[in-house]
């Protein structure tokens, strides 16, 4: 089976959505391969991308010609806060957004991250990235062109209320799998915002199979059964829209999930935007 992007099926880009692009450059981990779709999509748009952060550039006046400036890291410690602070004085107009691997999920605990810098995960990254993209395109306040000192609910809210609600209605039915009555009444309440309609199932598969388009799966494992489960769903609904939730997966779990047949893979912790998103506009 084809592998899909995450968090979207086939990204438009910029050329399709709108005539002028970002100036982009990308630097840091760029070759790593749990970054390497995230990579392909700036590609896509046009952006510059070298690998490292080589002395030559972060220090000199050509870092100023990019409106956003990505710093991929696939690790703490990778890529020096030094470094990253210098680019904020070489290119003081310039958005900064860091790309970040799975190794870096316990930095704001443990280690030390960049200060003012967004974080984006690469499982976040692609829907992340794009709604970004317009909001900056569109030449409005977003959340990566907060102050730093912005906290990350305050910069998510932020590109929500840039791009206002260009959702559509949801037609069919949702079909939500979770194992407990709060859990469903949460993702429910996603889904109604869209005017949609939801059912619940406790176990593997939509009690009734009715007009359902989209089902949501509430994944608590990353185990044989959990992809199990997804394969029956593909089978049984061959045309409906898959979409599982999953803790921090790992660039191994995307991959097994896109074979069993998911369309699409979101990641918790997660912002309401962003999966109904992927869920009604994917």
């Known amino acids: 089976m084809k592998q899909k992007q ?12 709108c005539e002028r692009r970002l100036n982009i450059l990308v630097l840091g981990d760029v070759e790593q391969p749990e970054l390497a779709d995230c990579i392909a999509q700036l590609r896509s748009d046009g952006a510059q991308v070298i690998a490292g952060m080589p002395h030559s550039l972060i220090h000199s006046a050509a870092a100023a010609e990019f409106e956003l400036i990505v710093v991929a890291a ?9 470094d ?6 070489a290119a003081p107009l310039a958005r900064i957004a860091g790309l970040l691997g799975s190794w870096c999920e316990g930095e704001m605990r443990s280690g030390k991250p ?3 810098v967004p974080r984006v995960y690469w499982h976040q990254w692609p829907q992340r990235y794009l709604r970004e993209r317009t909001a900056m395109l569109a030449g409005k306040l977003s959340g990566w ?19 206002g ?29 869209s005017g ?7 176990g593997d598969f939509p009690g009734e199979i009715g007009d359902v388009r989209r089902v949501l799966v509430s994944g608590q494992r990353t185990n044989d059964a959990e992809f199990a489960r997804y394969r029956q769903l593909r089978q049984r609904l061959p045309t409906a829209r898959i979409v599982a939730l999953m803790d921090f997966p790992r660039h191994d779990d995307l991959l097994r999930a896109h074979e069993a047949g998911v369309d699409a893979v979101v990641s918790r912790p997660f912002s309401v935007d962003e999966l109904r998103a992927v869920l009604f506009d994917g």
């Open 84 to 89: 990253v602070q210098q680019l904020r004085r």
């Open 114 to 116: 960049w200060p003012g």
């Open 74 to 82: 696939a690790a703490p410690g990778r890529i020096a806060a030094a």
């Open 6 to 17: 995450l968090g979207a099926s086939d990204p438009p880009s910029v050329s399709q959505s």
């Open 196 to 202: 949609g309609l939801t059912q619940w199932s406790r």
């Open 165 to 193: 609600d260009p959702i559509r209605l949801a037609d069919g039915i949702t079909a939500i799998v979770a194992g407990d009555l709060h859990t469903y009444e949460a993702l429910a309440d996603v889904c109604h915002r």
């Open 145 to 163: 062109t907060l102050p730093p000192s912005a906290s990350d609910e305050e910069r998510w809210q932020q590109t929500a209320a840039a791009l």
